[in-house]
């Protein structure tokens, strides 16, 4: 089965400063998706990056960036010139793209990110 | 574009009780999910539904949790009879399905107190 591991309960930043998040994760499958999603208090998961297995390529959202390291099965976040709007929960997650739970998404436990102005 | 709506935003309950949430998915999205989330953790899947057909609840406490997707569209949740360890938010999420390339859009969820 699937795990997602977030080390990081929480976290903090200073304005304009940059942070890192940790994310461990565990399969046995060679191709996956994996999520950093950002939760605020509304409670809404909102989408911040996506990283598909197969890409070596890391992906680049505007401030956002992960470094995906496929055979540590290793997931971080970075997230440059932090703002004070950045502060929310932040949740790894491995999406599974193959049978009969195809489609779900496995959550870590999150990280709480706070902006120090 | 309208987002997944759902309601209530917050309900209190005794134990032993009955509860029902209810959601709306973005339209034209197939595929519906939804996950609990107990405080401190991240979501854990419940159930998805594929158009009006359930695709997985294996993870879904039957002896008193039920679920239905009428028509493929709207969603209700209903759990009966609580008990305090139901305490949790419960996501809703849709998406036009469950392929690789898919993106799953969230409400902002129930919060259920069970006093």
């Known amino acids: 089965a699937q795990t997602v591991t977030q080390s990081q309960p929480e976290m903090s930043v200073q304005e304009a400063e940059t942070v890192t998040l940790s994310c461990t994760y565990d399969?046995?499958?060679?191709?996956?998706?994996l999520f950093w999603y950002k939760q605020p208090p509304s409670r809404q998961m909102i989408l911040v990056i996506r990283q598909e297995a197969y890409k070596q390529q890391n992906a680049t959202e505007n401030r956002f960036s992960v470094n995906f390291q496929k055979a540590a099965k290793s997931f971080s976040l970075k997230i440059s010139d932090s703002q004070l709007g950045d502060a929310a929960m932040y949740f790894c997650?491995?999406?599974?793209?193959?049978?009969?739970?195809?489609?779900?998404?496995?959550f870590g436990k999150g990280t709480k990110l706070s902006v120090k102005p | 574009e309208a987002g997944v709506a759902q309601s209530p935003r917050y309900k209190i309950i005794e134990k032993r009780q009955s509860v029902a949430f209810w959601c709306n998915p973005i339209s034209g999205h197939a595929t519906l999910y939804w996950y609990q989330q107990i405080l401190g953790q991240g979501p854990k899947l419940l159930i998805q539904f594929q158009n009006n057909g359930v695709v997985d609840d294996s993870q879904l406490p039957k002896d008193r949790f039920s679920a239905e997707r009428l028509k493929g569209v709207d969603s209700t949740l209903k759990i009966q009879p609580a008990k305090l360890e139901d305490s949790a938010v419960y996501l809703c999420a849709s998406s036009l399905s469950n392929l690789r390339n898919t993106e799953a859009f969230f409400g902002q969820g129930t919060r259920l107190t069970v006093v």
């Open positions: 399969t046995s499958e060679s191709d996956y998706y």
């Open positions: 997650a491995y999406r599974l793209l193959y049978g009969g739970s195809q489609g779900n998404l496995i």
